[in-house]
């Protein structure tokens, strides 16, 4: 499905073919970053990041959760950052939406766990993505290979434990 993540028919698309097809995993990875002091960010960029960062969770979440509800069980990954713990210089908008967003799975667990539904939210560190094909260094980032491989092994495993964060950083060396 290709669409805008916070139009609501681009998220009622993803629900039909979740219904026709079904799901097991929700894996939320939208995300824009915006690198910008407060003052500087205008209120429509902030609402932006918000939107796509946050709330584009929240909807697709809120759509797809009473399929896995239906099913008693399924998987919710939300992909964050470790700017959802930590704030960051410039990165206001940004870190406001990725601490939104570790509050919201943090909640969500409890309504989850009712209907067997795992939440994990992980934090990663810089990835090599095209949000930071400019930074030095790019040897020192997370791949998103490695990625991957973190998330398909949280995905197949750990059924009877509760894993609800976990924290991948970038190499420090």
């Known amino acids: ?12 698309d993803i629900k039909s073919v979740s219904e026709e097809k079904g799901i097991d995993i929700l894996i939320n990875n939208a995300g824009i970053y ?4 407060f003052l500087e960010t205008s ?8 939107e796509t960062n946050f709330m584009s969770v929240v909807f697709v979440t809120h759509t797809l959760f009473p399929i896995l509800k239906s099913k008693e069980s399924g998987l919710i990954i939300n992909i964050n950052s470790l700017a959802g713990k930590n704030g960051s210089d410039g990165e206001t908008a940004y870190c406001a939406s990725k601490h939104a967003l570790r509050g919201f799975s943090s909640a969500i667990q409890y309504d989850a766990t009712r209907y067997g539904i ?3 939210d992980i934090f990663f560190g810089a990835l090599q993505t095209e949000m ?11 791949s998103t290979k490695d990625a ?7 995905s197949n495993s750990y059924k009877t434990m509760r894993i609800t964060e976990i924290d991948y ?3 420090i060396y």
Do not use: Y
């Open 34 to 37: 915006l690198n910008q002091p």
């Open 148 to 154: 991957a491989k973190s998330i398909f092994m949280l």
């Open 132 to 142: 930071t094909k400019d930074r030095e260094n790019q040897e020192k980032l997370i």
């Open 1 to 12: 499905i290709i669409g805008d993540i916070i139009n609501s028919d681009t998220i009622n």
């Open 118 to 120: 795992r939440v994990i």
């Open 169 to 171: 950083n970038r190499k």
């Open 43 to 50: 209120m429509n960029d902030f609402r932006k990041v918000i």
